[in-house]
């Protein structure tokens, strides 16, 4: 069934305002459920991308299969698979969370997957990057609120991209409350620079990276 959905759930991270005024620049990052398929009229036939980073893990990518020609032609493409540990029975079981806690076991679980994530973000040749999981509403989620958090955008606005996933996945909507545990795990660490630092291991040095790259000036 999920294959059904590939080039879905696709939307731009930009155009967000900022605390401080700001907005996220548009054209920059995108954000789409599993790539395989790209069907016609997708906005993806019309965007130059220069590095797609694919969060599924080696066994979605398998049974799914790799990113289409259409999004892979003269385009980097990193994958960082977080996930494997679910496809054997003692992983699974290691892995499972409280019910309300998926999306904060996501971070935590996948801390070094996230380092390499971010640690690429930082990276000053990397734009327009897309990046997607299978769906492109979890893995793909917690990504976008994180980083939507370092680029100073308001909660609110956060959960709303986050809740815009239902649009395509209907049956089983996301709920505001899933990032709440995020954010308590964000705030415990000093907001969200301290968070980057303490919890995922990336440096003042690599969120002004991004910051320079994903806000208008």
Not at 109 to 135: G, I
Not at 146 to 165: K, T
Not at 202 to 216: G, N, P, Q, V
Request: some cysteine.
């Amino acid at each position: 069934m999920l294959r059904s959905f590939g080039g879905r759930n696709f939307r731009d991270l930009g155009g967000h305002p900022t605390a401080d005024a700001r907005r996220v620049r548009t054209g920059r990052i995108y954000r789409s459920a599993h790539l395989a398929e790209v069907p016609a009229g997708n906005p993806l036939h019309e965007i130059d991308l220069k590095t797609l980073v694919t969060l599924q893990s080696n066994p979605e990518v398998k049974n799914l299969g790799r990113p289409h020609q259409v999004v892979m032609k003269g385009v980097r493409w990193e994958h960082i698979p977080m996930g494997d540990q679910w496809f054997t029975e003692r992983g699974y079981e290691r892995m499972k969370a409280e019910p309300g806690r998926e999306h904060y076991a996501l971070v935590m679980h996948f801390r070094h997957d996230w380092r390499r994530f971010f640690k690429l973000l930082a990276e000053r040749t990397v734009y327009p990057l897309l990046f997607h999981c299978s769906a492109g509403r979890d893995r793909t989620g917690v990504g976008a609120a994180m980083i939507l958090g370092i680029l100073g955008v308001e909660r609110e606005l956060i959960v709303e991209d986050f809740l815009a996933s239902n649009a395509t996945f209907p049956n089983s909507p996301l709920a505001a409350e899933q990032l709440h545990p995020v954010f308590e795990l964000i705030d415990e660490n000093g907001g969200v620079d301290g968070f980057m630092r303490e919890v995922i291991g990336i440096t003042a040095a690599d969120l002004a990276a991004i910051r320079a790259d994903l806000l208008d000036a």
